[in-house]
């Protein structure tokens, strides 16, 4: 059975950091590439970063800078540094799995990520 499990959301004020990890099982992790997603309330799931089997990092024009993905295949985790955070960052945060040839994908439950004074 497959599982994302995130963690390490919570409440932060302006300015503030997170780091949200996302431990897998069920997969084998080193031929996944690993994202991470979020949506806020009353708007579309949207493409946060991401981090490919090489290592190949893509991070949304509005997080660039602040934000830095991560992986450790040694321990199935992937990892969201999120820093100067900001209340438009506010969102619920999910973990996406995906691999081609055969295409899979997975998603975790998310974590709520909420930015406010």
């Known amino acids: 059975q497959v599982q994302l499990v995130e963690s390490g959301g919570g409440l932060v004020q302006p300015g503030g950091s997170l780091r949200l990890s996302c431990a897998a099982s069920?997969?084998?992790?080193?031929?996944?590439?690993m994202a991470w997603y979020r949506q806020a309330p009353g708007k579309q799931r949207e493409l946060v970063a991401s981090i490919t089997t090489s290592y190949t990092t893509n991070l949304t024009d509005s997080v660039n800078g602040r934000f830095t993905i991560s992986r450790d295949n040694a321990e199935n985790t992937v990892y969201l540094q999120m820093n100067s955070l900001k209340p438009e960052d506010t969102a619920v945060y999910y973990c996406?799995?995906?691999?081609?040839?055969?295409?899979?994908?997975?998603w975790g439950q998310g974590t709520q990520v909420t930015v406010s004074s």
């Open positions: 069920g997969i084998i992790f080193s031929i996944y590439t």
């Open positions: 996406y799995a995906d691999r081609r040839l055969p295409a899979l994908h997975f």
